[in-house]
């Protein structure tokens, strides 16, 4: 089951290569805009062989990794406080509604102002976008916890810590573990937006150099090693997602098919 | 499970632990100093104009005046003003136009050294107004009720385009003005998404190797020999580090002379902090690099952009400039 599906992801993917070749190749898109496949490989090719780009690649994932991390620790500890601690939720509904829709890169004039072009201007990107992912899935995760559970453990006399636990926990995780996987894509995705615009080390200013360089080769070569990374991170994620859930109904259901 | 919470609660405090650690700039107007050696942050845009600040760090200028570069790449002007008034650089690199806005703008800037200037030479700038290669477009004044790009709004090249079309007859208030980024602009004129392009290097190259024409050289109709753009620092730093300054001053015009004279070394170093192909970087036209920048274009370039509304006050030329 799971070779088959490697084999239909591959083989969507040759088609999909095999499209990039062509469609510049028959003159439907300028080459000089759109390289064929070929030349982008040709490209990639040369840049890996550049520490720079190594250098710029580990930039990225730095400022992702950090900033996933932080925005996942603040999300669910804000969560569950919020939704713990008697209406506090409700006094902050109105002010999470308000903040979350605010895109990330907004904040750009704001970071440079306080970082300049350094990582942590990243980090600030990052993790504001990201944060929301986490925060309103564990709030919805704590909504999820069954009053009946709820109530028993509080008539076996478990305090607050207890029950946060061993009763809304277990619930949550599962949103948990969603929250963090759509965080993450989220995090890759805002970390190279950041460097594209600010022009912190990392793959995204890779990109802007090149673009403002006239090398579209070189420039689609890297936009491509983006893509792969996103694609790796979001396996990772779900591989990650799988391991700490396998005690779980929808996974066990899952494996069980 | 026990051991994933326990991992996040670590992995936590070892964020807040670490991002603590990381926030200890020192004070923002410092500049760490070693060994008699400042060292300077210095904001640019990877772009060919700030070549000779590069060779003039490689082949020691700077060093021989007691500083050494840091060089911070940005993507646009955009972050680079804030980043010199909020102390993350010392230095930056921005057009004359942007530095007027800022300052009437009360935006404490200080113009210290020149930066470029434009060739003067017509159909021979770093810059033009350009059009594809079978476009019926003569002249700048044929651009009336047509679409030309530029690659910021209200900015220095919103001036020179208009006083393109004022220079050949035309009417600038009818020119539909866009905003592209500089690297778009050749493909979007190749599609005849826009009718013409007001271009800098490394895009004037491409556009000219696939046969656009250069109807003007905006640059030149401001000025002939307009100062375009200068190194500049914060009204604050430029008080309270005089002497920083005068040595950026000095190390820059040796730099600027050095990079005039010989402009092989100046293509050259290009190409270690840009990515510009070499069948590209043979074509492009080098700005001018004179040491000193020059005040009467830059009035005429204030005029103008007065006249066009840039500004909210008259900027103050005396305070601005070193």
Same mark, same amino acid.
């Given at each position: 089951?799971?070779?088959?599906?490697?084999?239909?992801?591959?083989?969507?993917?040759?088609?999909?290569?095999?499209?990039?070749?062509?469609?510049?190749?028959?003159?439907?898109?300028?080459?000089?805009?759109?390289?064929?496949?070929?030349?982008?490989?040709?490209?990639?090719?040369?840049? !890996?062989?550049?520490?720079?780009?190594?250098? +710029? @690649?580990?930039?990225?994932? $730095? =400022?992702?990794? %950090?900033?996933? /991390?932080? &925005?996942?620790?603040?999300?669910?500890?804000?969560?569950?406080?919020?939704?713990?601690?008697?209406?506090?939720?409700?006094?902050?509904?109105?002010?999470?509604?308000?903040?979350?829709?605010?895109?990330?890169?907004?904040?750009?004039?704001?970071?440079?102002?306080?970082?300049g072009t350094e990582?942590?201007?990243?980090?600030?990107?990052?993790?504001?976008?990201?944060?929301?992912?986490?925060?309103?899935?564990?709030?919805?995760?704590?909504?999820?916890?069954?009053?009946?559970?709820?109530?028993?453990?509080?008539?076996?006399?478990?305090?607050?810590?207890?029950? !946060?636990?061993?009763?809304?926990?277990?619930? +949550? @995780?599962?949103?948990?573990? $969603? =929250?963090?996987? %759509?965080?993450? /894509?989220? &995090?890759?995705?805002?970390?190279?937006?950041?460097?594209?615009?600010?022009g912190?080390?990392?793959?995204?200013?890779?990109?802007?150099?090149?673009?403002?360089?006239?090398?579209?080769?070189?420039?689609?070569?890297?936009?491509?090693?983006?893509?792969?990374?996103?694609?790796?991170?979001?396996?990772?994620?779900?591989?990650?997602?799988?391991?700490?859930?396998?005690?779980?109904?929808?996974?066990?259901?899952?494996?069980?098919? | 499970?026990?051991?994933?919470?326990?991992?996040?609660?670590?992995?936590?405090?070892?964020?807040?632990?670490?991002?603590?650690?990381?926030?200890?700039d020192g004070s923002p107007d410092a500049g760490a100093s070693s060994g008699g050696v400042t060292t300077v942050k210095l904001g640019v845009i990877p772009i060919v104009d700030v070549a000779p600040l590069y060779l003039g760090q490689q082949k020691g200028l700077f060093e021989k005046h007691g500083l050494k570069l840091e060089f911070t790449t940005a993507?646009?002007g955009?972050a680079i003003v804030p980043g010199v008034v909020s102390g993350q650089f010392q230095f930056g690199f921005s057009n004359v136009?942007s530095l007027?806005?800022a300052q009437?703008?009360?935006?404490p800037v200080k113009a210290v050294a020149n930066g470029i200037a434009?060739?003067?030479?017509?159909?021979?700038?770093?810059?033009?107004?350009?059009?594809?290669?079978?476009?019926?477009?003569?002249?700048?004044?044929?651009?009336?009720?047509?679409?030309?790009?530029?690659?910021?709004?209200?900015?220095?090249?919103?001036?020179?385009?208009?006083?393109?079309?004022?220079?050949?007859?035309?009417?600038?208030?009818?020119?539909?003005?866009?905003?592209?980024?500089?690297?778009?602009?050749?493909?979007?004129?190749?599609?005849?998404?826009?009718?013409?392009?007001?271009?800098?290097?490394?895009?004037?190259?491409?556009?000219?190797?696939?046969?656009?024409?250069?109807?003007?050289?905006?640059?030149?109709?401001?000025?002939?020999e307009?100062t375009v753009a200068m190194y500049f620092t914060s009204t604050q730093y430029a008080q309270q580090n005089p002497d920083v300054v005068k040595k950026f001053q000095e190390a820059t015009a040796e730099s600027l002379a050095y990079a005039e004279a010989h402009p092989d070394e100046a293509r050259q170093i290009v190409t270690t902090y840009t990515?510009?192909?070499?069948?590209?970087?043979?074509?492009?036209?080098l700005p001018k690099w004179p040491a000193e920048p020059n005040r009467?274009?830059i009035?005429?370039?204030?005029?103008?952009?007065?006249?066009?509304?840039?500004?909210?006050?008259?900027?103050?030329l005396d305070a601005l400039l070193p």
């Amino acid at each position: 089951m799971k070779g088959v599906n490697v084999a239909l992801g591959a083989a969507g993917l040759a088609a999909f290569l095999a499209l990039g070749e062509a469609v510049p190749r028959l003159g439907l898109v300028k080459e000089a805009y759109f390289p064929p496949t070929s030349r982008i490989a040709g490209a990639l090719a040369d840049e !890996v062989t550049d520490s720079a780009f190594w250098s +710029a @690649l580990g930039d990225t994932l $730095t =400022g992702w990794a %950090l900033g996933l /991390a932080i &925005a996942s620790c603040a999300g669910i500890v804000v969560g569950v406080v919020v939704s713990v601690v008697p209406y506090l939720r409700e006094v902050t509904a109105s002010t999470i509604e308000f903040l979350r829709p605010i895109p990330s890169v907004a904040l750009i004039p704001l970071a440079v102002l306080l970082y300049g072009t350094e990582l942590r201007s990243v980090l600030l990107l990052v993790v504001y976008a990201s944060f929301w992912q986490v925060l309103i899935q564990v709030l919805y995760g704590v909504q999820d916890v069954d009053p009946v559970a709820d109530e028993t453990a509080r008539s076996y006399g478990l305090g607050t810590w207890a029950r !946060v636990r061993h009763v809304l926990w277990p619930t +949550a @995780l599962p949103y948990v573990m $969603t =929250g963090v996987r %759509l965080a993450a /894509a989220v &995090a890759l995705i805002l970390a190279i937006t950041a460097e594209l615009i600010i022009g912190a080390p990392g793959l995204g200013k890779l990109i802007g150099v090149a673009q403002a360089s006239q090398a579209v080769p070189e420039m689609y070569a890297l936009i491509v090693v983006t893509g792969l990374l996103g694609l790796l991170i979001n396996v990772g994620a779900r591989t990650v997602e799988r391991r700490a859930l396998a005690w779980h109904q929808s996974v066990r259901g899952e494996v069980a098919v | 499970m026990r051991r994933l919470s326990a991992g996040l609660t670590a992995g936590a405090l070892l964020l807040v632990a670490t991002a603590c650690g990381s926030s200890d700039d020192g004070s923002p107007d410092a500049g760490a100093s070693s060994g008699g050696v400042t060292t300077v942050k210095l904001g640019v845009i990877p772009i060919v104009d700030v070549a000779p600040l590069y060779l003039g760090q490689q082949k020691g200028l700077f060093e021989k005046h007691g500083l050494k570069l840091e060089f911070t790449t940005a993507q646009g002007g955009a972050a680079i003003v804030p980043g010199v008034v909020s102390g993350q650089f010392q230095f930056g690199f921005s057009n004359v136009t942007s530095l007027m806005v800022a300052q009437t703008n009360g935006v404490p800037v200080k113009a210290v050294a020149n930066g470029i200037a434009s060739t003067g030479v017509r159909g021979k700038d770093f810059n033009g107004l350009m059009v594809k290669k079978d476009s019926p477009v003569k002249s700048a004044k044929e651009l009336e009720g047509k679409k030309v790009a530029i690659n910021t709004l209200k900015n220095i090249n919103e001036t020179a385009v208009r006083q393109a079309v004022r220079e050949a007859g035309g009417d600038p208030d009818k020119v539909k003005l866009v905003e592209m980024a500089f690297d778009q602009m050749p493909a979007a004129l190749d599609q005849g998404q826009i009718d013409a392009a007001c271009v800098v290097e490394p895009a004037t190259a491409t556009i000219r190797s696939q046969g656009g024409r250069e109807i003007a050289s905006p640059l030149i109709d401001v000025a002939p020999e307009l100062t375009v753009a200068m190194y500049f620092t914060s009204t604050q730093y430029a008080q309270q580090n005089p002497d920083v300054v005068k040595k950026f001053q000095e190390a820059t015009a040796e730099s600027l002379a050095y990079a005039e004279a010989h402009p092989d070394e100046a293509r050259q170093i290009v190409t270690t902090y840009t990515k510009i192909p070499a069948a590209v970087l043979e074509q492009v036209v080098l700005p001018k690099w004179p040491a000193e920048p020059n005040r009467s274009s830059i009035e005429a370039l204030m005029k103008l952009g007065e006249e066009d509304g840039l500004f909210k006050k008259t900027p103050d030329l005396d305070a601005l400039l070193p």
